[in-house]
């Protein structure tokens, strides 16, 4: 899955999907799909990140208080 690091507008392939929908997780392992090589994996805070389109990612997975 990719998401957009909202501080660069790069793409960041996410490694670990399961931290990011878990509300309590504050950071995703991902990373940048920009360039010719592939770099390290590092940790992204979600806050940070959006959906390729723009779209914010959905509170519950970022806000553990969040009720439907």
Same mark, same amino acid.
């Given at each position: %899955?990719? =998401? *957009?690091?909202? /501080? @660069?507008?790069? =793409? &960041?392939? &996410?490694?670990? &999907?399961?931290? =990011?929908? $878990?509300?309590? @997780? *504050?950071?995703?392992? +991902?990373?940048?799909?920009? +360039?010719?090589? %592939?770099? $390290?994996?590092? $940790?992204?805070? *979600? &806050? /940070? %990140? @959006?959906?390729? @389109? +723009?779209?914010? =990612?959905?509170?519950?997975?970022? /806000?553990? $208080?969040? *009720?439907?």
């Amino acid at each position: %899955m990719f =998401l *957009k690091d909202n /501080n @660069s507008g790069d =793409l &960041v392939e &996410v490694l670990n &999907v399961a931290a =990011l929908i $878990d509300p309590n @997780s *504050k950071t995703i392992n +991902g990373r940048f799909h920009a +360039g010719e090589e %592939m770099p $390290d994996a590092q $940790d992204f805070a *979600k &806050v /940070n %990140m @959006s959906f390729p @389109s +723009g779209e914010a =990612l959905p509170q519950c997975w970022i /806000n553990p $208080d969040y *009720k439907r």
